[in-house]
Structure formats: C-alpha cells, structure tokens
C-alpha cells in the first residue's frame, strides 16, 4: 500500500519526505521574510486584491476581545458565512455557518449554534487557540462561498478547495479535496476530507484518499471519485501560477475554490504545504520538482508560458 510503503520505496518512486521538503525546497526556496505574506490570511487577501486576483469578501474582523459582541453587526441576516482565524492552518478554528433561523446558526452539517458560541469561539480566536505558534490573532469573518454545482454529490456538507503545488511558478501536482461529514464543513484531510489527485494536466482524477488509505467513492455519497474532472483547468493553473508572483514563494501551495456566482477565487497560499498531496496522487513530486530545477532558460517565463511548458512536459503517464 502506497501509504505504509517503506521509505527506501517510497524514494524510488520520488516521493518527497518531509525532512528533504524542509530542507531541499522551502527552506531553499521560501525566503522567512516573506512568510507573513502567506501566514496571515488578511495579508494574502490584501496582496492577491492588489494583483487584481478575486478571492472570497471579506465581511469584516475583530481583533479585540472587548468588541466581539460587534461580530453580529457584521454579519448576513439572510445568507452564510464563515469565522476563522487569519493565522489558523488545517481548518482549525474555521466555523462554516451556511444558514440561520429561529433555531439559531445552522452549521453546514445541519447541527445549530447560538450566539453565546459564536461569542466564545471568537474568544477563543483572539485568544490564539487556533493560530500558528500560539500567536494572538484576529478573526475573519469571510462570506459563505457557494460551490459551483460542478461538485454536487462529491463534496459533503462543505466547500470543496483544489490545492495546487507551484514551483517556481510551474504548477507541478493538484489534487481536489471533498468535504464529509467528519470533516464538519472544511475540505482539509486532517478533518476527514477526501483527498482525489488530479492530472496536473487536464484537471481529470486520478485516484483518492480519506485518512491516507484509497477510496474509490465518497464515503457519504458513495459517488464514483474517478468520474471528476476539472473544467477549464488551464484557468485555474493559471491563477495557481500568478501567485508564485503575488507571494514571492519558490515552493507554494495554492488554494482555489470554484465560487457558483463568482468563479474561481484563491482561498489562501501556504508556505509549507503539506505531502498527503503524493499519496492523493499515488505518485511522488520530486520527478517535476527536478525537472524545473533542472531548467535552463536565458530569461524567466511569463505565467501563460509556464503554464504551456507544463501541458507540453508533465502529463501524467510520460
Ligand atoms: N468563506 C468560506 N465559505 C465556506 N467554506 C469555507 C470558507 N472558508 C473556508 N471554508 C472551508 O474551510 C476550509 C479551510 O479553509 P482555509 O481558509 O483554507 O483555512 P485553513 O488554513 O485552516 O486550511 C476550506 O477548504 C473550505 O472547505
Ligand atoms: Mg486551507
């Protein structure tokens, strides 16, 4: 099984360690002072609207613990939203509210929540319970996204997210990950979402996984996860591809979703992003991590250039 191979077997198939991801990839290819840029979800709002990048509204923040009750200003009397923490990561701290009424907050797996929940969970946010190192943080309140019908049947109770690797602004390996009932409206696997490799290509699946054992069909569902393909997948490299620019990271990992009304919006970029990615894909990333090292160009390639050598050069089975 992919998941439990040894290492020795693992390496002959090029899939990455996290110890050569440390050392070979980020730490060469991130440089620290840019960090903020991808660490605080605010940050990345600002900067992916700077470069004319569509990413979900933002409805407002509270950084104090003296002004959470105005959470209820801010927000929709008649629509969802979200809360999360601007520095939380693996959908920790993220509360999906997809509708209300006089039952209070409806969660997206239907259970509710009052207003004193809300109160202390933004608490708890500001607190820093949910943020990287422990660190003081604000919370977002961002509007509901309302994924593209595209994926009825294929995520559960939640948005769907395509993470892309980018590296050194070539997109090198995707996968789609599907929210389920375990993973209580977050599309992150650590939360029990479904993790379905894409051909970086073409945007079709590959094969997938839950807890890093393969799944052929969505375990709430039971739909068929081969079936998925990504349409106008040269689009969404596309915008994977510019925010190697937007952040200034080598080696990123990108987070769309596919809005109903909006289209495609970057959701959030990370520095570190994580290897579960090879096992969705049931194949190791460092074969297209070498190749782009090994790339000898006279002058850097512009994003839609990019975008063309990757088509021409990794489509899954060469
Ligand atoms: N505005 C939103 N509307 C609906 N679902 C959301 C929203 N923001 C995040 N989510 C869900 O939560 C998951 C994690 O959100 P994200 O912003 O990527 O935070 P994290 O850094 O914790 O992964 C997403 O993949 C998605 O399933
Ligand atoms: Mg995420």
Excluded at 158 to 177: E, H, N, Q, S
Aim: aromatic residues 6%; glycine residues 10%.
């Amino acid at each position: 099984m992919f998941g439990l191979a040894k290492s020795s077997t693992l390496r002959a198939r090029g899939v990455m360690g996290m110890n050569q991801r440390n050392i070979s990839y980020i730490a060469r290819y991130n440089d620290r002072s840019l960090y903020p840029n991808v660490d605080n979800k605010l940050r990345t709002k600002e900067l992916a609207l700077e470069e004319g990048i569509a990413v979900p509204d933002l409805l407002g923040t509270v950084s104090y613990q003296h002004d959470v009750e105005e959470v209820f200003d801010m927000l929709p009397k008649d629509q969802g939203f979200c809360i999360k923490p601007s520095k939380g990561s693996g959908g920790k701290g993220i509360l999906v509210i997809t509708s209300r009424d006089e039952n209070g907050f409806m969660k997206a797996s239907g259970s509710y929540v009052q207003e004193q929940d809300i109160v202390r969970h933004i608490s708890n946010i500001l607190a820093g319970l949910f943020s990287l190192g422990g660190d003081a943080d604000v919370a977002m309140v961002e509007a509901l996204i309302e994924f593209d019908p595209i994926f009825a049947g294929y995520s559960h109770e939640g948005v769907p997210d395509i993470r892309l690797i980018v590296f050194k602004g070539y997109p090198v390996m995707a996968m789609l990950r599907l929210a389920t009932h375990a993973s209580d409206g977050k599309a992150n696997l650590h939360q029990g979402a479904v993790g379905v490799g894409l051909d970086i290509t073409t945007g079709n699946a590959i094969s997938a996984v839950q807890y890093s054992e393969l799944v052929t069909h969505h375990p709430d569902t039971d739909k068929v996860l081969r079936d998925i393909s990504i349409e106008n997948w040269r689009s969404l490299m596309t915008l994977a591809s510019k925010c190697y620019e937007v952040s200034g990271l080598g080696y990123l990992g990108v987070d769309l979703v596919l809005d109903k009304h909006r289209g495609p919006l970057v959701l959030e970029l990370n520095a570190r992003p994580g290897l579960a990615i090879q096992i969705a894909n049931q194949k190791g990333m460092l074969e297209n991590l070498r190749h782009i090292e090994s790339l000898k160009l006279r002058r850097a390639l512009n994003v839609e250039q990019r975008i063309d050598y990757v088509l021409e050069n990794f489509a899954v089975g060469r």
